[in-house]
């Protein structure tokens, strides 16, 4: 069939055109292929997608609603909730297993929209607006509940004591509690307008770039994460600007507790309260010089928490799709994470393995959103 001839029959106003996207069907759930299918292209299994939804959705239920053709199929919807199922240029109607799924389809990898007009049954112009819309709308969720923030309900002393000993099993010097990893990230984006390109210019990594900063644990999580700033700002600025040491600080104080451990970054933080970093010099003795390299084995897995983000989600390591002149570019990879984490909880990840750390179930990590409705 001719290209334009296809194009038509989509947009076709006739019932029996009319297919809605549906998790249900044979296409993604009829058998074991079918449904590695879909974690393929989506990254989650059909159920977990739906489960997810049940956490992140305020009152979410499942309604069955039957299309013109008189299938039936799933519709997840939220009863005081409009803002995620209409955009607001077009007006498109969608629901939020629509809007998810558009979501993960694209940020699995760049696809252009119009690649994806034969899977979810939607034009261009829909599709953009549905996909910029659901952003927004989990970045103002992820805020909002505080998701990607140190979490003290979640973090106990007993975990942070379960986190230290399994880094110590890898090498970290004993009597050196550290429970937790931070560093940098520089996100390259495409090159910015000409009155802006030194301040989103790395000297350093000679790229523009928005700065991000990590803080992971050995269960393969991203436990806080701050950003995005210009790509001229240093790690040190990013640590003293998210004021991630003070907030643990006085979370501590609040609660009462007095569980001591460190975070531990690259030389480029500096050492002060609670973060420690590689001994720096010259002229350092073999005793530091043998901390360096065991610190440096463990480390690393801050950067694979990192990495995994971008295996995961190849659409924000494509610098033409970032771009600073556009509000929405700055989300993305604040989003990608937040998927990661929920990632992680299901299927588990590289570093718990290597640690022996398993990560908390979706419940478990995703209390927030019920504590903060």
């Known amino acids: 069939t001719p290209w334009g001839e296809r194009k038509r029959s989509r947009r076709s106003t006739n019932p029996g055109d009319w297919r809605p996207f549906n998790l249900s069907s044979a296409e993604w759930s009829a058998d074991a292929a079918a449904r590695e299918k879909c974690r393929t292209q989506f990254r989650f299994y059909g159920e977990h997608i739906r489960e997810i939804i049940q956490h992140i959705v305020p009152n979410a239920e499942e ?20 803002e995620g199922l209409r955009t607001p240029r ?4 969608f629901d939020f297993e629509e809007g998810l799924c558009i979501v993960l389809y694209r940020m699995a990898y760049p696809r252009r929209f119009v690649d994806m007009e034969d899977v979810f049954g939607r034009s261009q112009g829909a599709l953009c607006e549905i996909f910029l819309t659901m952003v927004k709308w989990l970045h103002r969720r992820i805020r909002r509940t505080r998701v990607l923030q140190w979490d003290h309900e979640r973090l106990t002393p007993e975990l942070l004591a379960v986190f230290c000993n399994s880094i110590q099993a890898k090498g970290c010097p004993p009597g050196f509690p550290v429970g937790a990893f931070v560093d940098g990230k520089a996100h390259g984006v495409c090159r910015p307008p000409e009155d802006q390109q030194e301040v989103f210019y790395s000297g350093h990594k000679r790229i523009h770039c928005f700065k991000y900063q990590f803080i992971s644990t050995p269960d393969g999580m991203t436990v806080d994460m701050y950003g995005p700033e210009p790509g001229r700002h240093a790690d040190a600025f990013l640590m003293n600007a998210s004021r991630i040491l003070e907030r643990i600080a006085d979370g501590n104080r609040q609660r009462g507790r007095d569980d001591f451990f460190m975070l531990y970054g690259d030389s480029g933080y500096g050492m002060r309260d609670r973060l420690a970093c590689p001994w720096k010099g010259a002229h350092i003795s073999d005793e530091q010089a043998a901390f360096n390299t065991a610190m440096s084995n463990v480390r690393v897995s ?17 610098e033409r799709w970032i771009q600073v002149s556009n509000p929405g570019s700055g989300l993305y990879l604040r989003v990608a994470t937040f998927l990661t984490n929920l990632h992680v909880t299901l299927y588990h ?6 640690f022996g750390v398993p990560p908390p179930s979706l419940g478990d990590y995703l209390h927030a959103f019920r504590r903060y409705e």
């Open 63 to 82: 309604r069955h609603v039957s299309s013109p053709t008189g299938n039936t199929h799933s519709h997840w919807q939220a009863a005081d909730l409009q």
């Open 90 to 93: 077009m007006r498109v109607a």
């Open 302 to 318: 801050v950067e694979w928490v990192i990495g995994h983000v971008g295996e995961l989600f190849r659409f924000v390591s494509w």
């Open 349 to 354: 990840s590289q570093t718990g393995q290597f």
